[in-house]
T-cell receptor
Framework: GAVVSQHPSWVICKSGTSVKIECRSL??????MFWYRQFPKQSLMLMAT?????????EQGVEKDKFLINHASLTLSTLTVTSAHPEDSSFYIC????????????FGPGTRLTVL | AQSVTQLGSHVSVSEGALVLLRCNYS??????LFWYVQYPNQGLQLLLK??????LVKGINGFEAEFKKSETSFHLTKPSAHMSDAAEYFC????????????FGQGTELSVKP
């Protein structure tokens, strides 16, 4: 089956620093990737849609300058949380769509970000 | 507008009992529906999906769901709960006109008592 990885699985950083999270499709090419944020005991909140070779489309209320997304290749998208603050602490999950299965998203294992 | 509603944020069953997790949707176009399971600190795993065709869909781990258009429902069932089924379950609807976006329900936490 299609596998999506995320790195790192968890990260702790100091307030004011930037953190980069990678999302990779391991055995398929992902034309579209999605980034979600999940707070404890809550559902997934879509942050942005990332298409290879073009700018990401952000959901309403998500700060573009705060959460930088780059989809540099068909197998890699990155989310950079810039100048992180404690309120950015959350579980970040990516997913990917391949053309061959347009109606199914394959999810990564998530990244736990803790900002001190 | 499209939406997904999961009835019951928390469901508790005894081991061996029937599992029923409820999901209702609203969509102006024929829906593609999904059930995902999430274990603590992990990503989402697809249990099953409905796109077209047979309305009774069988998934992994003994789960199944029935698409009922007249009731706009897609409830998830499993005849006999296992302890390992304890997790968070999400029902999702593929957005018909927004490039593959998923619309998630609020989630239902399933607890299984010994």
């Amino acid at each position: 089956g299609a596998v999506v990885s995320q790195h790192p699985s968890w990260v702790i950083c100091k307030s004011g620093t930037s953190v980069k999270i990678e999302c990779r499709s391991l055995d398929f090419q992902a034309t579209t990737m999605f980034w979600y944020r999940q707070f404890p005991k809550q559902s997934l909140m879509l942050m942005a849609t990332s298409n290879e070779g073009s700018k990401a489309t952000y959901e309403q209320g998500v700060e573009k300058d705060k959460f930088l997304i780059n989809h540099a290749s068909l197998t890699l998208s990155t989310l950079t949380v810039t100048s992180a603050h404690p309120e950015d602490s959350s579980f970040y999950i990516c997913s990917a769509i391949a053309d061959r299965s347009y109606n199914e998203q394959f999810f990564g294992p998530g990244t736990r970000l803790t900002v001190l | 507008a499209q939406s997904v509603t999961q009835l019951g944020s928390h469901v508790s069953v005894s081991e061996g009992a029937l599992v029923l997790l409820r999901c209702n949707y609203s969509s102006s176009v024929p829906p593609y529906l999904f059930w995902y399971v999430q274990y603590p600190n992990q990503g989402l795993q697809l249990l099953l999906k409905y796109t077209t065709g047979a309305t009774l869909v069988k998934g992994i781990n003994g789960f199944e769901a029935e698409f009922k258009k007249s009731e706009t429902s897609f409830h998830l069932t499993k005849p006999s709960a296992h302890m390992s089924d304890a997790a968070e379950y999400f029902c999702a609807l593929l957005s018909g006109n927004q490039g593959g976006k998923l619309i998630f329900g609020q989630g239902t936490e399933l607890s299984v008592k010994p």
